[in-house]
């Protein structure tokens, strides 16, 4: 995706350890048409997997995820990493350690927004270790219902998320923008 | 809203101590058509504020205030509750009573996305005691912009959020769906 592309060449920052700044337009500033167009392209690319439901992970996950929903006309649900007082003590719970937190994080779905029969697509803003999403996909695996397909809007090919997905998982993986390698400070695309 | 009001109605439930469980539709899981419908309507009430940016707060408000700035086509800003790797050393930074989690939360954003100039709508998806929205009021006036409108998707008007607002800012407050008592199990519509 050019446009997007573009913006991360012009306002993307390389913090060093594979960590990609776009807080301006991603993951704390949303520049929201941008993030629309991004939900449109996953939702073409992947509108043949015919899911029922858009599943990611709070709290950067959530914008690409709603407006893929959008584009595909349907639910999206975040999971939860600390329980509100709303969900059921029965929960599907897994973990996964966070690439910019430096510890374990918790992801926790309610029984009641998972069925048997819903086809899941699974959308996140980054693809890098691929951890949060395999955590994703336990738990989507674990309430009976089956991952039809991943949808990110930059993958960092260098870290191994799409060897370890491919590995666990045969559903098509898609993401808008490929970063190759951000050693020595450089952000390079694939 | 009629349609939001409806599911309420047919879906929500009341857990007693104000605590309306909405998740099915609003936070946890998220009707993206319905949050789209939500956002446009709020963006249609209060486009005559002409807003540069909508602000709200992780987590659940992210849902309502990215449809927002998709209807008005402005950028949306979520405040952190913790400091990711990415944001810079200083930041503005308040804190408010979490009402489902029963202790103070922090709010941050960075200076990065506030600049002086821009006109803020703050959107969320609950406005009951107000303290989460007035927090978010003080950053923006602490970074030297304006806010100029208040939306929600659902008030709960018998915790007064309103009225601590409007004593501390002479803006427009829009909420699509008003509550006006939970108490003995009921969900009253206002």
Redesign the interface.
Known sequence: MHELQERIKHEGQN?GRG?L?????I???????L??KAGSELGRRLAHVDATK?LTA??SG??PA??T??AL??????A?K?K????PEQVYRDTAPSH??GKMVELL??P??LQATDRVLIVDDFLATGQTIAALARIVQASGATVVGIGTVIEKTFEGGRELLSAQLSVPIESLVVIADMSNGQIVFG
Chains 1, 2 share one sequence.
């Open positions: 913090l960590i700044k776009v807080d301006g337009f993951n704390h500033q949303v520049d929201a048409d993030m629309m858009v709070e709290i959530i914008a709603l407006t929903a959008l006309h349907v639910p999206v649900v975040y939860r600390s509100p007082i709303t969900m910019t937190k779905v309610s009641e927004v």
